[in-house]
């Protein structure tokens, strides 16, 4: 690990939301539809990635004070995350999201929110020793989608970026989420100028520029905010990245895929452990390191998609190594 990121008292920190995905899971002897209750929400994947493969991270967040608050706060506890930021509260309950699968595995979401408690987030609520003590902020849009958990991740990931934080932004387009599409492009975009680490999927490049084709939509996000590194996920084709001027493809890996839940997740915790054990900045990456720490992250989302659901799907560092050293 790098000296900044052994000094720092947690490799990484994330602010969002935690929520259930309750995912279909056959049908009952009577016939009856079964959804199986799993942990959700992305920033919380992100940090179970990464204390997967063996970072320290830490959680901001708030849950109701209910069987499914206390059952996600100890999932993630489990899985080695700290939880210091992760507040249970009796205002509102833990949001719920009903996944749907087509048969090839791509998901839609029904979501319980009225208000969730994830949405209730307060500024007062995120311990600034949190952010002082991470070398790396992520947070998502998500909890932006609402107030006053918008204000609040704006405000955290400006803070952590004047802190010297390097700072991951997952942009995570959940369209039934948001108002209207042109709130959703006009709020997402406000995080964009904070972004050291970019990681973005086709079709949300399209939503956010108006190109669909990797190269021109990265570009215009480069020249508009200046991201030093950008990761366009592809789906089973990798992924497309730009550092400056300097730009890449590293194909995926060929898996079997059941379920995409999280693969964009493992793919981002997998690329930011390769960051912090360059020990480098992201700007300083080179195109080996570039190359290296794409492939790893192409490994971590595709071993991801070969199970049902994200977090008991994230595969183990051996796991990982084992697909790598095949190829
Ligand atoms: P998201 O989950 O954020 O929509 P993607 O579906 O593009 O993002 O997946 C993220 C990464 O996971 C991809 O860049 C790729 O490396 C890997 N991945 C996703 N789906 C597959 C697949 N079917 N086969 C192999 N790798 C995949």
Redesign the pocket.
């Known amino acids: 690990m790098s000296t900044t990121g052994q000094t720092s008292k947690w490799h990484l920190a994330a602010l969002g939301e935690l929520i259930i995905d309750f995912t279909p899971a056959g049908t009952s002897e009577e016939g009856g539809a079964l959804f199986e209750r799993n942990p959700g929400g992305a920033p919380a994947n992100v940090l179970v990635v990464g204390s997967r493969l063996g970072l320290s991270t830490v959680f901001i967040g708030k849950v109701g004070q209910d069987a499914f608050g206390e059952f996600l706060k100890e999932t993630i506890v489990e899985q080695g995350v700290d939880t210091r930021g992760l507040i249970l509260t009796e205002e509102a309950n833990t949001t719920l999201a009903f996944v749907h699968l087509s048969e090839g595995g791509e998901r839609s979401f029904s979501f319980y929110r009225n208000p969730g408690a994830d949405m209730l987030l307060h500024i007062e609520d995120v311990d600034e020793e949190i952010l002082k003590g991470s070398y790396i902020f992520h947070f998502g849009s998500v909890s932006m989608t609402k107030e006053p958990a918008r204000t609040t991740t704006l405000k955290a990931a400006e803070r952590a970026k004047e802190l010297g934080k390097i700072i991951s932004y997952d942009p995570?387009l959940r369209p039934p989420l948001w108002d209207s599409l042109e709130e959703a492009r006009e709020i997402i975009s406000l995080g964009l100028p904070y972004a050291d680490v970019l990681k973005i999927?086709e079709e949300e490049l399209e939503f956010l520029t108006g190109h669909k084709d990797p190269e021109t939509g990265s570009k215009a996000l480069y020249e508009k905010y200046n991201t030093p590194i950008i990761l366009v996920?592809?789906?089973?084709d990798?992924?497309f990245y730009r550092s400056g001027e300097r730009t890449g493809h590293m194909p995926?890996?060929?898996?079997k895929?059941v379920d995409?839940t999280g693969?964009?997740d493992?793919?981002l915790g997998g690329f930011l452990y390769q960051l912090i054990k360059s020990g480098k900045e992201p700007s300083q990456l080179d195109e080996n390191d570039l190359n290296q720490a794409v492939r790893f992250?192409?490994a971590m989302?595709?071993l991801?998609?070969t199970k049902r659901g994200a977090i008991p799907a994230i595969p183990s560092m051996e796991e990982v190594n084992k697909l790598l050293e095949s190829y």
């Open positions: 995570n999927s996920t592809l789906g089973p990798g992924c995926g890996f060929k898996v895929s995409t693969a964009g493992a793919f992250a192409n989302g595709a991801t998609t």
